[in-house]
C-alpha cells in the first residue's frame, strides 16, 4: 500500500518488480553521477579563469564527450531489454484469468474454470466496514494461488483501461477488440490494491482492482465455493 508522502515505490511482490526496482536505483545512480560531473564541470568553469580556451575548442575532449554518452546509453539498455523480455515471458502458467474493462467495473473470467465468472465494483464510501480503504475496495476480490506462474489476458468491452497493479509491476492496456496479456507471481501472501490507469470517462477513479494472494489450498477451497 502506498502511504502519505512517499516518494519511492511500494513494496515489491514478485519478481519482475524487484528487477524493475533494482533498474530504478541503476538508472538513477548513473543520472547522480552525470548531474554531479555537470555540475562540478560547471562551477569549474566560472571560477577558474581561463578555463574555458582549453576545453571549448579540443579534439579530445569532443571524443570523450562522444563516446562515453554512448557506453552509458548501453549500460542503461541492456538491463532494460533484459527486463522487457522477462515480462513478455510466458512458460507453462498454472492458471490463465480473463480481466475484462467496463465504463465503470471490471469483470473476471477464470478461464479454467467453467462457471467461474463475476463483476467487480467498487465498495461505495458509506457502504465501508472499519479498516477499508476508501475508493479501493471491491465487493469480489479477485484470489489467486501465490508462488505460481499466472497469465492474465485483458480486453475491454467499451473503451481503453488499463489494469494495473503496481506491487506486481504489472500494467497492461484493456483495448476493446485486442487481447492482451500479462503474467504476475507473488512471492508473499497478501492484498494488493490498483486502479485503472488510462483515462475512461467520468468515473475513471472509481474502478479499483483488488488481488488477493494466498495458498493454493485456499484458492482451490475459494474456488469451489464460486462456482
Given at each position: 500500500?502506498?502511504?502519505?508522502?512517499?516518494?519511492?515505490?511500494?513494496?515489491?511482490?514478485?519478481?519482475?518488480?524487484?528487477?524493475?526496482?533494482?533498474?530504478?536505483?541503476?538508472?538513477?545512480?548513473?543520472?547522480?553521477?552525470?548531474?554531479?560531473?555537470?555540475?562540478?564541470?560547471?562551477?569549474?568553469?566560472?571560477?577558474?579563469?581561463?578555463?574555458?580556451?582549453?576545453?571549448?575548442?579540443?579534439?579530445?575532449?569532443?571524443?570523450?564527450?562522444?563516446?562515453?554518452?554512448?557506453?552509458?546509453?548501453?549500460?542503461?539498455?541492456?538491463?532494460?531489454?533484459?527486463?522487457?523480455?522477462?515480462?513478455?515471458?510466458?512458460y507453462n502458467p498454472?492458471?490463465?484469468?480473463?480481466?475484462?474493462?467496463?465504463?465503470?467495473?471490471?469483470?473476471?473470467?477464470?478461464?479454467?474454470?467453467?462457471?467461474?465468472?463475476?463483476?467487480?465494483?467498487?465498495?461505495?464510501?458509506?457502504?465501508?466496514?472499519?479498516?477499508?480503504?476508501?475508493?479501493?475496495?471491491?465487493?469480489?476480490?479477485?484470489?489467486?494461488?501465490?508462488?505460481?506462474?499466472?497469465?492474465?489476458?485483458?480486453?475491454?468491452?467499451?473503451?481503453?483501461?488499463?489494469?494495473?497493479?503496481?506491487?506486481?509491476?504489472?500494467?497492461?492496456?484493456?483495448?476493446?477488440?485486442?487481447?492482451?496479456?500479462?503474467?504476475?507471481?507473488?512471492?508473499?501472501?497478501?492484498?494488493?490494491?490498483?486502479?485503472?490507469?488510462?483515462i475512461c470517462g467520468?468515473?475513471?477513479?472509481?474502478?479499483?482492482?483488488?488481488?488477493?494472494?494466498?495458498?493454493?489450498?485456499?484458492?482451490?477451497?475459494?474456488?469451489?465455493?464460486?462456482?
Open positions: 500500500m502506498p502511504y502519505p508522502m512517499q516518494l519511492g515505490f511500494q513494496d515489491a511482490t514478485s519478481p519482475i518488480m524487484e528487477e524493475l526496482t533494482y533498474f530504478h536505483d541503476h538508472t538513477l545512480m548513473i543520472v547522480f553521477l552525470i548531474s554531479s560531473l555537470v555540475l562540478y564541470i560547471i562551477i569549474l568553469m566560472l571560477t577558474t579563469k581561463l578555463t574555458h580556451t582549453s576545453t571549448m575548442d579540443a579534439q579530445e575532449v569532443e571524443t570523450i564527450w562522444t563516446i562515453l554518452p554512448a557506453v552509458i546509453l548501453v549500460l542503461i539498455a541492456l538491463p532494460s531489454l533484459r527486463i522487457l523480455y522477462m515480462m513478455d515471458e510466458i498454472y492458471l490463465t484469468i480473463k480481466a475484462m474493462g467496463h465504463q465503470w467495473y471490471w469483470s473476471y473470467e477464470y478461464t479454467d474454470y467453467e462457471d467461474l465468472t463475476f463483476d467487480s465494483y467498487m465498495i461505495p464510501t458509506q457502504d465501508l466496514a472499519p479498516g477499508q480503504f476508501r475508493l479501493l475496495e471491491v465487493d469480489n476480490r479477485v484470489v489467486l494461488p501465490m508462488e505460481l506462474p499466472i497469465r492474465v489476458l485483458i480486453s475491454s468491452e467499451d473503451v481503453i483501461h488499463a489494469w494495473t497493479l503496481p506491487s506486481l509491476g504489472l500494467k497492461a492496456d484493456a483495448i476493446p477488440g485486442r487481447l492482451n496479456q500479462a503474467t504476475l507471481t507473488s512471492t508473499r501472501p497478501g492484498v494488493y490494491y490498483g486502479q485503472c490507469s488510462e467520468s468515473n475513471h477513479s472509481f474502478m479499483p482492482i483488488v488481488l488477493e494472494m494466498t495458498t493454493l489450498k485456499y484458492f482451490e477451497k475459494w474456488s469451489s465455493m464460486m462456482q
